[in-house]
């Protein structure tokens, strides 16, 4: 039922800033109306010393969390980075994050959602703020720092084209595709610098397909492997998205 519930997922973002370190209960996690979600626990990552030592005055991330509908966090991918230590610091802290069972206009749904984390050294800031994180990366360009950043690469940037090595097609009942002929379902999902897939989410849909067809689509897609993305000749994560089209 779990998996069931992951198909339901609300894409939403967060509107929050803290300057502690730690988080009390019920601290909200967005303030969207109908939304109702909160953090449970939040420990911030600290100012990574190292970077201090060199100069560094502030860097961010930002970050994708796939928390199921009982408010336990699946999954999270760091989607951009000014620099590799920031991300080193997160991984610290982020397994003792604790979230409340999300909830969308009254419904039990999973949420996926991506925050943003803004460091400064001379303390903690979580926010989405989107002005922060560009005067950010202005800051790091014009000091020399910019070169340690890291982000999503498109397409267009890789060496070559992502090419599956695993792409095993959803096992749908054959009276369900009788049934929901030409339907369309489209998923999003990141592969990592390993060639893995992480957080598929059922961005679309043409018409109205079972949610067995869904299920086993997004099963699929977890399964997948590709070759590892590489930008100049590095491994980088990459965003993509896949249609499935229910036929007899």
């Known amino acids: 039922m779990k998996l069931a519930k992951s198909l339901l997922s609300a894409c939403l973002l967060a509107s929050l800033s803290i300057a502690e370190t730690s988080a009390a209960p019920s601290t909200p996690f967005s303030e969207i109306e109908g939304i109702d979600f909160h953090f449970k626990s939040l420990k911030l990552p600290s ?17 994708a969390l796939d928390i199921d509908y009982a408010g336990e966090l699946r999954d999270w991918l760091v989607l951009e980075s000014s620099h590799p230590s920031f991300i080193q610091s997160l991984e610290g802290v982020i397994k003792d994050w604790r979230f409340t069972a999300p909830f969308v206009n009254g419904e ?50 890789l060496d070559t084209f992502p090419y599956p090595i695993v792409q095993t097609p959803p096992s ?8 929901f002929d030409g339907t369309r379902a489209v998923f999003t999902f990141y592969v990592d610098e390993a060639g893995l897939v992480r957080i598929p989410v059922l961005s679309a849909t043409d018409g ?11 099963d699929a897609i977890s ?3 590709f070759e590892p993305p590489t930008k100049n000749r590095k491994p980088v994560k990459i965003k993509l998205s896949q249609a499935f089209v229910f036929r007899k």
């Open 223 to 225: 399964q997948w492997r």
């Open 172 to 179: 749908v009942p054959k009276e369900l595709i009788d049934k």
């Open 47 to 63: 100012f990574p010393q190292s970077l201090s030592n060199e100069g560094y005055m502030e860097g961010y991330l930002k970050v």
């Open 208 to 218: 109205e397909p079972d949610l067995a067809m869904l299920l086993a689509a997004q």
């Open 108 to 157: 039990n749904r999973s949420i996926v959602t991506e925050i943003e984390l803004n460091f400064r050294s001379s303390g903690n800031v979580v926010s989405l703020s989107t002005g922060a994180a560009a005067s950010t990366l202005r800051y790091n360009e014009i000091t020399g720092f910019r070169t340690n950043a890291q982000k999503l690469s498109s397409i267009k940037e």
